[in-house]
């Protein structure tokens, strides 16, 4: 791990734990409009413009074992399917046949030589081209070398494999910035998928976003379980570029050195920092990750409409030897369920409270700084010039992004 940053990170640790009041460099955070939780024209202009540009997380690379292998996502609201082609790389394409649009894969994930249509049997390499069309002789003129899968963006970094319907969007690892090294200490490549888990809450999407961007909340709202491990008066946080952030708080003395997973299921990868305290990465617009020694989390946060949300659960863990998934990986889904039914809890009441007459806007303190770098880049990626009245938040907190 980078020295500089190990230093940085724990005298500002030290910094939180000591003070007695607001630190001298901040400053009020500006508010936060509730009405951009509940507005059906704001949540139309997420989806075009966030969800159907954005690098979102779709899985690991060892979730396509093999050529052939393909796995269907509809969860930004386009039917995308990811497939590995025979010369080992992975690509997506719209599940559309080039025919008359029907799906070339209706199975969430399999394996095959080719994709084919399920209406009319064209059938497409695992490359994307068309390889076959039935009574090809009632077609005049037909260009098969022009009538592929449409692409859409895929990039892979340190085994994490990412989606983007934008085909202007910069490389991942430009967007991912300083994330891209920091990240990369838990060795991703060598992870294997634990399995996966799916919360259908009733909320906006951006409320679980921000309950995942502070731990102000960990006393009240986890008092048995993150309450017990983590001191929430230690919190650090960092706004980085292109709406991501870094969030770390220390562990309390007794479990500071305390072996959470067994040797045999411990990532010899993880360095002292990340063991010692709870460190997560938001990954904007909608991933949260936690570091941890064993098996460990993507959070995704699907919106399903302007006040409903799919929050799910991506488990991963260092590669393990046999079949069945390791029991203290199974053990720590079980756990984090209870920690997930907790924040749950909260959801459908302030969705509720902030779509009545009695809504009135968000009032942050400084170590809540997160949630507002996060709204503040869902409007850069709007665009303010097209935000629907009363919705947008200020830009008073840009200059505290760190650079690349």
Known sequence: MDTTLEQTIRERIEVEKARTGPPAEAVPIPLIPTRRYTDPAFHELEKERIFGRSWLFVGHESEWPEPGSYRLTSRSGAPIVVVRGEDGELRAFYNACRHRGAPVTRD?????????????SWSYGTDGTLKAVPDARSFADLDTGALGLVPVRCATWDGWVFVSEDPD?????????????????????????????VHHLECNWKLMVDAFLEVYHVRTG?????????????????????GHSRLTVEKHDMFRDFAMVSEENDNPAVPLLWRQTSTSFGIFPNLVVPM?????TFLCMWPTSDATTDLELRWYAPAWTGDGVPQEHLDRMTLFETVMAQDQANMAPIQESVASKGA??????????????????????????????????SDALDAFVEPA
């Open 360 to 393: 009135r806007p968000f009032q942050l303190g400084w170590h809540e700084r997160l949630i507002h770098h996060f709204e503040r880049a869902v409007d850069l990626a709007i665009g303010p010039d097209d935000l629907p009245p009363d919705t947008a938040v």
């Open 108 to 120: 969430d994930c399999g394996t095959a030589r080719r994709l084919t249509c399920q209406y009319h």
């Open 292 to 296: 941890d020694t064993g098996a460990f």
């Open 222 to 242: 986890h008092p048995d379980n993150a309450a017990l491990l983590y001191n929430d008066q230690s919190v650090t946080v960092t706004m980085l570029p292109h």
């Open 169 to 197: 969007a910069v490389a991942l690892s430009a967007f991912l910035g300083p994330i891209a090294t920091q990240m990369a200490e838990i060795d991703g490549p060598a992870m294997r998928a634990v399995g996966t888990q």
